[in-house]
């Protein structure tokens, strides 16, 4: 069993990246991918297809793309600022890619589990990442962006970085994190069924 499938992250991609679609990930700094597209699902699970690999091949395509778009410009942006050689370039791009594999993680659990996802994971930003976690203490050992910032200032030790976690911490929580929301999702993917008009 191939626990990423080919066919469904080649799928991804193309329809990703495909026509036009390339510019707007190109001018803009957010990447937002539509994980599960109503028609594309109906087709995926109405073919023998195993939904574990389809989750996981989901989240491969859409943590390439955050890694290409989103953690590749942060340390190049790093690099001019600070220098290839400083710690804090290498810093923020293994914080980058930490928030790259996590967030992604929890956008395609979202995806499965609302047809809001996209209001959903941005509520989670504006209240849990940025008020709750500068407020209550305790957020940030449940907060994706601490565990970046914590990795980043593993390597970089600066006091420019607010972060609250050991490396150790945020390592283990955002593995913890990972597995359990793609745990979650392929669940959920598997739980769900086609059901068609009674004859």
């Known amino acids: ?11 991804t991609l193309r329809a990703t990246l495909g026509r036009k679609r390339a510019l707007v990930f190109v ?4 990447v937002l991918l539509a994980v599960t597209g109503v028609l594309r699902l109906v087709h995926l699970l109405a073919t023998p297809v195993n939904r574990v690999s389809v989750v996981l091949s989901k989240f491969a395509a859409a943590v390439i793309l955050t890694i290409l778009f989103g953690a590749i410009p942060e340390f ?3 690099a001019i600022a600070a220098g290839f050689t400083s710690k804090l370039t290498l810093g923020l791009l293994l914080g980058a ?10 956008f395609v659990m979202l995806s499965l ?18 008020l709750l976690g500068n ?6 050992l449940l907060s994706i962006g601490q565990y970046s910032v914590s990795v980043a200032n593993a390597v970089a030790h600066t006091s420019a970085l607010n972060s609250h976690l050991t490396l150790a911490t945020a390592v283990v ?3 913890a ?7 979650v999702a392929a669940r959920r993917l598997s739980a769900f069924t086609l059901k068609g008009e009674p004859a």
């Open 1 to 11: 069993m191939n626990v990423i499938n080919p066919v469904v992250l080649r799928i």
């Open 27 to 30: 001018l803009t700094p957010v």
């Open 76 to 78: 190049l942006a790093a």
């Open 97 to 106: 890619l930490v928030a790259s594999v996590a967030y992604n993680a929890f």
């Open 113 to 130: 589990l609302t047809t809001r996802a996209i209001a959903v994971g941005l509520g989670y930003l504006v209240l849990w990442e940025g």
């Open 135 to 140: 407020l209550v203490g305790g957020v940030r």
């Open 173 to 175: 929580m955002a593995a």
């Open 177 to 183: 994190f990972t597995v359990a929301t793609l745990v």
